[in-house]
Nanobody, 124 residues
Framework: QVQLVESGGGLVQAGDSLRLSCAAS????????MGWFRQAPGKEREFVAT????????DYADAVKGRFIISRDNAKNTVYLQMNSLKPEDTGVYYC?????????????????WGQGTQVTVSS
């Protein structure tokens, strides 16, 4: 059973930066795509960023493109989300997820394991 544990969330001001981490257990991490999703109060969980198994392919939601960077360290079984120039609309619970394959995907249905989430709050 794979466990994903997110960390790095917090309360920041608009324009600040945060780096989220997601540590994965198990031996399947290095062969799997990883994704970050977020959920604001009263809204559906939405795609933020994804990275393929090797780190060679990434994709971002339009709302975060140019501000967020997803990366991974397969030796540490960890995926990261560097968030820069944060805006109040970035507020939400951020979840990492492990894919069912090594291909990066924007779709929640392509992810099999999910973390418990970490809260990010951006004040104006």
């Amino acid at each position: 059973q794979v466990q994903l544990v997110e960390s790095g969330g917090g309360l920041v001001q608009a324009g600040d930066s945060l780096r989220l981490s997601c540590a994965a257990s198990g031996r399947t991490f290095r062969n799997s795509a990883m994704g970050w999703f977020r959920q604001a109060p009263g809204k559906e969980r939405e795609f933020v960023a994804t990275i393929n198994w090797s780190g060679g392919t990434t994709d971002y939601a339009d709302a975060v493109k140019g501000r967020f960077i997803i990366s991974r360290d397969n030796a540490k079984n960890t995926v990261y989300l560097q968030m820069n120039s944060l805006k109040p609309e970035d507020t939400g619970v951020y979840y990492c997820a492990q894919g069912i394959s090594g291909f990066a995907s924007r779709f929640k249905t392509q992810y099999i394991y999910w973390g418990q989430g970490t809260q990010v709050t951006v004040s104006s």
